[in-house]
């Protein structure tokens, strides 16, 4: 990689190099809560209308020196740090969680509970999924929280699959199952998740009138769904 010994004033005539001010932390974390972690590091300098974008390399830290910064199209370029105004970090999935959790924590809503849970899933957080879904089901009065403890139980029985039978983890995580099944008696979902606990632990016949209720419940849904029965 080529360094170049770049004037601020000359970096700024390559498009490609800056960015939009709107600042992302300050939208509203309905907005954000599900959006694509920060890659880059942006960087507002005293005078200029428009962020740098890239990689901080050197001199992150306020005091009397130069920042240097990797600007997108991989030009290498420098500013006094006591110019800067303000830095937004670039972000790995775990600080962006981190902070989306603590905003979604002060709304107490369900749905960006879910949402945070969802996103957490798709960057390999899986923990850090099950926990959102664990708040979203509190979160959720009445039927408000079934669609959260249906997922929750979704994601238990993928850890059950995965662990040893003697696994030390696998008691807790049936208990996370049978508490969210108690909450759901009309969820198939619930009720399958609560039968196979049932089997595990040997307890074959309380499982069979489970399945028996999770099976009656699909059909009614079914005929409602398709009362003509399609025929």
Known sequence: MRLFALSLAGALTFGALVTSP???????????????Y??????????????????ITKG????????????LNDIVTEVDRQSVTRILERETPETAYRSRSERVASKKDPSLHGR?????????LRSEAEHQLELASKAGA??????????????????????????????????LILDHAAAGADSP?????????????GLFESALPLLAK?????EARAQQANPNGGG
């Open 189 to 201: 979902r619930l009720l399958i998740g609560r039968a196979r606990v049932q089997r595990e632990l």
């Open 214 to 218: 999770a099976r009656s419940l699909l």
């Open 22 to 36: 709107a600042r992302a932390q300050d939208a509203p974390i309905e907005q954000v809560v599900d959006a694509p």
């Open 38 to 55: 920060r890659l880059h590091d942006t960087v507002w300098v005293s005078g200029q209308s428009k962020p740098l974008k890239g990689i």
């Open 60 to 71: 992150k830290e306020p005091g009397p020196h130069k920042l240097v910064i990797r600007l």
């Open 142 to 175: 009445g039927g408000a929280g079934l669609p959260f403890r249906e997922r929750a139980v979704e994601l238990y029985e993928r850890r059950l699959d995965e662990l040893d039978d003697q696994a030390p983890d696998r008691g807790k995580v049936q208990e």
């Open 116 to 124: 945070l849970a969802e996103w957490a899933l798709r960057q390999g």
